[in-house]
């Protein structure tokens, strides 16, 4: 849109070419001081719209198209406002008048200006039509040089307001709002990705002011033949990235990224972390490990839902904590179901950690309950041998020192129990640890005797062969032969 400013008062022009270039980077603002100049301007370019001193109007034939033309006077008189109305001027503007002003104004004049091109693009306004039948069914095709978004409210119920206030809002080109499940799908067939960009960014603040509001609008370029279901498909997984970068976000995706790969599932190592710091109630750790397991992805991303089932992961291990000292109950009950609904369908990442390590500091600020007599001897013992057979210091002692027994009692009891030593048990579950971590990690056979309660590698590669008839490194190669000879 092109817009004359035509006043001899050049810090008056200058005044408003700043107020209306500071809300449109749409628009181009020529300035004219004087009668002849206002013509010569006028013939060599043409405007769309003109604001103009009536001193200016009266002393010469300078051509204003109807209801395109502002004049701006300073006698506040019936006659001067008589005059301009009977001249067909849009509006009429005393000074000194508020910069706020000119705003209503030109959003008006974009506006008519918008509903003419759009009359006279006749059949080709009816091609630039688009429908959710389109969208889903349809073999439309967007022309080059076009643009499709995709606007996600923060609050699914605010949608509709939101949809409300992009329809009221001006846009200087032509775009079609198509309300979805994800979001606010902007299709807009004349102008670049670029351009519809600035439109939305000025579109929020002006938003900011009036609605509460937040959403990110993910924006792609039109540059192929692609059939519009395709384009949409393309875009809804770019809006996806909302998960990992939050709202208040405007963002042209040059090329949408397939997902990374990604484990969901932690490792027996990332396990064994985890018993280790809820037993030694680290609270920062606990913190540190989430900050740096997932604050750290970075695009391209992996999946979302794979992301979810981590955390799911990390979930199973607080639940273990709250089962092994007997907190599943009141309001921490309630808190660890809520913080399972919010993983499953909290919107943004960031969010959902935080009240992880909400979660866990708050359940870690709870002492721990020893078992009761009730519980069987061989069971408590079997939840301390989990917790703590990666300690090589850990033993028989220890064991019977947390259950406030003697342990030469404590030995006797799990004997008649479990009809195996409690030293026996202890290297068995050690061994069969070992075996896990064999075949489902890389590490060498030093660190997995360390992680497993051996002090030396070689105490291990002893033990584990007494028990299973090989040395490790021939166990996992055996193995691993027989899933290769069973597929």
Known sequence: MKILIATEDVLEAQGIEWVLKSRWNDIEVVAATNVPDVLAKEQAEGFDYTFIDLGMVEASEIHLTPAMWTGISSER?????????????????????LPEALIPIVQQAKFRLRNAT??????????????????????????????????????????????????????????TFLPLSEGILLLAPTTTASHLKKSIERFSLEGKKTMQTLFSAYLLNVDDQKSLPEWYQQVKSAQQKIFYEGFDIVSIEEKVEEWCEFDPFLTPVEQREWIEMLERQDKKGVKKWLEHHFFVLEDPYPDPELVRIRLTSVLAQLRRYMTTYRLKQGDLERRYHALFEKTVHGVVMYDIVQQYVSFAQELLHFIPQKGSDETSTAKRVHELVERNYWNPDWGLAECASHLSVHKSTLSRRFLKEQGVHFRDYVLAFRVQEAKRLLLETSLPVKEIARLTGFRQASYFTQKFKESTGVFPSHYKSMQQSNIVDNN
């Open 77 to 97: 008189t019936f006659h001067k406002t008589y005059e301009a109305f009977q001249k067909k001027a849009d509006q009429l503007l005393f000074r000194p008048f």
């Open 118 to 175: 759009n009359r006279a693009q006749g059949a080709e306004g009816d091609k630039n039509t688009f429908t959710h039948h389109d969208v889903f069914l349809g073999n439309k095709t967007l022309p080059p040089n076009s643009s499709v978004a995709m606007i996600v409210p923060k609050r699914k119920e605010e949608k509709e307001s939101l949809l409300d206030a992009l329809t009221a809002h001006v846009f200087s080109f032509q775009v």
